[in-house]
């Protein structure tokens, strides 16, 4: 199981996107093994807003659509508490509560793969798909 950030799900979705050949590439071959993927609620959230700011309500709808064949992890409240505490001790201006919550969520659950073009899930511990950048 692979978690898939918002970084990459944008990437696929706009031919515009610095890295949407390489996350197309990437989607595909994750396609092809059968991996699984999965997104969690905060994922969604900031998603849905960026794809509705960027592209528009339409393209908003078909996120929704497309994450439908995604597993989602409802972030509870206690994850949120323990990203809350992660996001207090990073003290960065670039590492957002969403990018804590995902790695939460990965160490929760084990993962050790995100689909992202996000260097913090890698300064974190954690390996990009497809060698994303």
């Known amino acids: 199981m692979i978690l898939v950030d918002t970084s990459a799900l944008y990437a696929v979705a706009d031919e515009g996107e610095l890295h949407h050949r390489e996350a197309v590439a990437i989607a595909e071959g994750l396609s092809v093994r059968g991996e699984a993927l999965l997104v969690h609620s905060y994922v969604i959230v900031e998603s849905l807003a960026l794809f509705q700011a960027r592209s528009g309500h339409e393209s908003s709808m078909k996120l929704l659509k497309d994450l439908e064949r995604f597993q989602v992890d409802w972030v509870t409240e206690e994850t949120h508490r323990e990203a809350l ?18 790695f939460t969520v990965m160490r929760k659950r084990g993962l050790t793969t995100a689909f992202a073009f996000d260097k913090h899930f890698v300064q974190q511990g954690f390996r990009l798909a497809g060698g994303a950048s």
């Open 85 to 102: 505490t992660l996001f207090s001790r990073l003290k960065s201006r670039t590492v957002s509560l969403v990018d804590c919550v995902s």
